[in-house]
């Protein structure tokens, strides 16, 4: 009934005894069915696609983070590249730009960001985003690299729309997002997808409020970005892939649904954006 699209199982800060309770806790759960384990540098990159090959719940992303893009080199990259072949390797990421921490110069960034797009395209792969404190330029970015392009487009089946219809898909998710309500619609627009996490149960979070209001639950995904961003009435503890719920429960609040449509939805939602 729920897909966490977005945790770090292969955090790590976890110790393969805490990363097989997480996965048993996860398998044991009635309500989650799907966990979407994230690369953020080569090596966990690496613990994402082995995950994914041991555990029939979980799909993997590979890539690396802005926070690494220091570390990338094109052997990087080439390694990366293999890693898509592993089983259920579905997706490149997280990439992007953060530039609230600044862990790695901008050039840097914006360099391996945009290769890493380059690579997404050429193997016509779903990628996933990080993007902090560079929302314009991040789109910006996607543009000129052809991530909202009409031949990338082409490769995807299309999506149910807001009125039945159906309608192009990028497959590009932003995740955790944290722009504005104008900025999910634009995003929508060029047929990507929208990651709620943790936050949007904050009291203090009005803007991500407003983006579910705004954006049709057809274009949203629920993730947790486990160890990170745990929900209310967890908040303060390490986060989780099944606190998902609590994200998804605020989200059919939000939306005015019951909490088993809000998780339907988004399942499928996710479901179709890693292909399974």
């Not at 995003?187 to 991500?208: E, M, Q, R």
Request: charged residues 30%; negative net charge.
């Amino acid at each position: 009934m729920l897909f966490d699209s977005h945790a770090h199982i292969n955090e790590d800060r976890f110790s393969p005894e805490e990363r097989e309770a997480i996965c048993s806790t996860i398998e044991a759960n009635e309500l989650l069915d799907f966990v979407a384990d994230i690369g953020y540098n080569l090596e966990s990159s690496v613990q994402a696609a082995k995950n994914a090959a041991e555990y029939p719940w979980c799909v993997a992303a590979v890539g690396v983070h802005p926070h690494d893009a220091k570390t990338v080199t094109e052997d990087v990259l080439t390694k990366i590249e293999e890693l898509t072949k592993g089983i259920r390797v579905k997706a490149i990421g997280e990439i992007g730009l953060d530039y609230y921490y600044m862990r790695s110069e901008k050039t840097d960034q914006r360099y391996w960001f945009r290769r890493q797009i380059q690579l997404a395209n050429k193997l016509k792969m779903p990628i996933v985003i990080h993007s902090r404190e560079a929302d314009q330029e991040t789109l910006d970015i996607l543009l000129e690299e052809g991530a909202f392009s009409t031949e990338r487009k082409s490769w995807f089946p299309k999506r149910p729309g807001t009125k039945g219809e159906e309608v192009p898909d990028a497959r590009v998710d932003i995740h955790c997002f944290s722009g504005s309500a104008e900025l999910g619609r634009e995003y929508v627009k060029h047929g990507a997808t929208l990651g709620i996490c943790g936050p949007v149960t904050y009291n203090n979070n009005k803007k991500t409020v407003r983006v579910v209001e705004e954006v049709p639950i057809q274009f949203l995904l629920v993730e947790t970005d486990t160890p990170y961003l745990t929900p209310v009435p967890l908040r303060g503890k390490p986060n989780r892939p099944w606190y998902v719920e609590h994200t998804a429960r605020k989200v059919a609040e939000i939306k005015g649904i019951p909490f088993e449509e809000a998780a339907r939805i988004t399942w499928a939602n996710a479901r179709r954006f890693y292909d399974i």
